[in-house]
Structure formats: structure tokens, C-alpha cells
């Protein structure tokens, strides 16, 4: 059948010329491979090599050996295209590893290449041939990794704001405000804790209800003359003669202030202008799930989520410290990736490094003061498109 030439009609002819449209993924692949360069050139930040690096070294459970990655290498494939359609088989590299074996206390370091499989080979027109058949990659669309706000309910007089940190891998975690006016967290959409517990955890320096209060709070110290009973305390008002304490942390002064006033008090550390109440809500809603008081309040709070993350086993700071440490400190199983990191530095205008792929303390507690500026309509906070 004889094809007949395409006339064009039109007077101007094409504007642009018809683009590689299969370029974005050839050059895509091609930088995952890295086949093209030697071992000691190829970019350990990037594709294949970046992926190997992450799960080795691997260690022994005694730690007395851990196998070690060198490099890797892609063979030329062993059939042709033709013949991998007619055989039904797969057109791909042979994938080797190379590898060495640490031993303590042992002087020979064994090394050794190790075949792991085929890697398909990316065809001109942009298909693989898998198993005899062309087959193509069709590109998903996922949830970028990042901070993203949004209004969980608008019933009522006030919407309730929430947010969504979104890992490049681990747990998600999302913070939303209730009917009650409180901030609670969830883990994984499973486990539910007031969010300042997750702050006493996630840091030290911050498991401080005083701390906490100076981080969201603007904090006065006045005389104990001025004093008034809608004032919130900053620590908490123990009488120097009893030892009994009047006020808590974070609690409004109220009736109580007859006996602060005859104590031998001068100055006290107040929040006279409080605005938004619900990192104060929050730390009262706290209260009411404590447990241990033999313990630090960063202590308390990791055991307070490993009550939640693994119910049933009995509790113990050790292994609260270390689940928590494996569960968001440890970047084979939670890191923000370069992208989260990005946008988590672009939405509150921050100059962390690329490779700080860790959740600090720092960024969740700018993610709870965005939440409160969206409450009060401040610092020109707005609600995330995340469809776009």
C-alpha cells in the first residue's frame, strides 16, 4: 500500500517544531544508571548507586561482621531485542554488585561480585521489552513530600485548621484542631496525642511547659502588685513556706491569687495578652493524660507515645527513647527527603541545608505557629492548594 504525501493548507506553516517527546525519560533513566560513567565518577547522591549506599553497610546482629558496597557494574545484555520477543524473555543488563566482607579480629578482607538480576534496558521509542512484550512506564502523580494546611471542618462559628507533614518516606504525621479548641496529632492517622507532647519529645530543650509557652507566647514579668486573675503563669507558683503549689504551668491565675498575693513573691513571669488559647487548651487537655511523675517531662512524653505506638507492652524509657529515635531519627526510615526539606524551608522561610532531611523541633514548632496565624488571619497565612 503506497502512503500518500500529507498536504499542509495553512499559510504559516508550523510554529514549533514537533519536540523529543520521549527525551525527559530517556535522559531520566540514563542519570538513575549512571552506565555511562565509571564506578569512582558515578554521583553517590543520585538514582542506583544513592539507592545501594542507603541500605548498605549491613551489619551482623553482634556487629562482629558488615558487608561493605563497592560499586556495581551493567553488563552488555546477553540476547538481542528479536530474540528476547521471540523467547519471551526480558531485554535487560545483567546487574552485578561488588562487595566486601569485614570480619573483627580477622585480617582477610574477602570481596566478591554478586549477580542480582537484569535491569531492562530503556528502548528508542521509550518501551521495554518484558517477558517477549513491549511495555512502557506510565507516570504517577503522589503527594509531594512537605507541610501542606488546610480547613479540616468549616462548621460553626470558626473552621478548624489542620496540617499534613508528608514524608518522602515514614510515618505521616497530621496535627488538626478540635471542637474543643485543642491541638491534637496523629501518627500514622492511628495514634492520637496532644500535639506539645509530640514537642516534648521530639526535643529535649523544648519538654519544658515554661519553654513551650515562650516559644508561642509573648511573656512579661510584672510585679507581684499587678497581678491580675485572667493572667496565665508561665512556671508554676509554689509557696516557698509549704512547698504547695498554687498555680500550674500554663494555668490561669484565678481565684488563687489571694494567696499569691500573701506570699513572699515579688515578681512573677505572666502571658497578660494571650489572643489564641489553644496551645494553652492543648496543655490542659496534656494534664489530663499524664502519667508517670517520676520522670522528666521529655521522658514522660515518650512514654506517653510508646503507650500509644505499641499498647500492651509494658512501659520503659529505654525503649521509649529507642523506637522513637528509629521512628523519626532514622533516615533509612523517616526523612523529609530533598523536596520536603525544600518546601518546608519555602513555606516558612527558612535556610536549612538540603541534607538536614530530619523533622526538628524547630520546623514542627513553626508548623503549630502557622496554624495560629491562620486562626488569627496574621502574617499573611494562607490555606494550601494541594491539587495544584
Known amino acids: 500500500m503506497l502512503l500518500k504525501s500529507v498536504r499542509n493548507y495553512s499559510k504559516r506553516g508550523d510554529a514549533l517544531p514537533v519536540p523529543n517527546l ?14 555511562e560513567k565509571e564506578a569512582e565518577e558515578r554521583d553517590v547522591a543520585i538514582g542506583l548507586e544513592s539507592l545501594l549506599r542507603e541500605v548498605f ?18 553488563d552488555e545484555p546477553r540476547y538481542t531485542p528479536l530474540e528476547c520477543k521471540e523467547l519471551r524473555l526480558t531485554y535487560g543488563m545483567p546487574f552485578r554488585i561488588r562487595v566486601r566482607l569485614v570480619r573483627k579480629d580477622v585480617a582477610e578482607i574477602p570481596e566478591e561480585d554478586i549477580y542480582l538480576g537484569e535491569v531492562p534496558v530503556l528502548m528508542g521509542g521509550g518501551e521495554y521489552i518484558i517477558n517477549g512484550a513491549e511495555r512502557v512506564i506510565v507516570n504517577q502523580l503522589h503527594r509531594s513530600p512537605g507541610v501542606d494546611f488546610s480547613i479540616s471542618s468549616d462548621e460553626g462559628d470558626r473552621p478548624l485548621h489542620s496540617a499534613r507533614i508528608i ?5 505521616w504525621i497530621e496535627l488538626e484542631v478540635t471542637k474543643k479548641d485543642v491541638l491534637m496529632m496523629w501518627i500514622d492517622q492511628s495514634t492520637k496525642v496532644p500535639a506539645t507532647t509530640f514537642v516534648r519529645a521530639i526535643d529535649e530543650e523544648f519538654s519544658s511547659t515554661e519553654t513551650i509557652l515562650r516559644a508561642f507566647y509573648d511573656v512579661e514579668t510584672i510585679k507581684i502588685t499587678e497581678l491580675k486573675p485572667e493572667h496565665y503563669v508561665v512556671s508554676a507558683i509554689v509557696d516557698e513556706e509549704t512547698g504547695e503549689e498554687l498555680v ?12 499569691i498575693l500573701a506570699s513572699s513573691l515579688s515578681e512573677i513571669d505572666v502571658i497578660t495578652d494571650v489572643g489564641d488559647e489553644l496551645i494553652l487548651n492543648t496543655i490542659a ?21 510508646y503507650a500509644r505506638l505499641r499498647p500492651g507492652n509494658p512501659p520503659q524509657v529505654d525503649k521509649a527513647k529507642q523506637l522513637f529515635a528509629e521512628k523519626f531519627f532514622d533516615d533509612n526510615r523517616y526523612r523529609l527527603g530533598k523536596v520536603g526539606r525544600f518546601r518546608v524551608n519555602r513555606k516558612f522561610d527558612l535556610d536549612v541545608p538540603e541534607t538536614e532531611m ?3 523541633a524547630e520546623d514542627f514548632l513553626h ?14 497565612a494562607h490555606i494550601d492548594d494541594i491539587d495544584h
Open 367 to 380: 508548623v503549630i505557629m502557622y496554624l495560629l496565624d491562620l486562626r488569627s488571619n496574621r502574617n499573611k
Open 248 to 259: 500550674r504551668a500554663g494555668a490561669m491565675i484565678g481565684d488563687n491569687i489571694e494567696q
Open 285 to 305: 487537655e496534656e494534664r489530663g493524660t499524664a502519667g508517670d511523675t517520676s520522670v522528666t517531662e521529655h521522658e514522660a512524653a515518650l512514654l506517653q507515645l
Open 22 to 35: 520521549i527525551q525527559v525519560q530517556r535522559l531520566a533513566y540514563s542519570r538513575f544508571l549512571q552506565h
Open 57 to 74: 553497610p549491613i551489619e551482623s546482629y553482634d556487629g562482629n561482621m558488615h558487608l561493605e558496597f563497592l560499586h556495581y557494574s551493567l
Open 358 to 360: 530530619q523533622l526538628r
Open 167 to 171: 514524608p518522602e518516606r515514614g510515618s
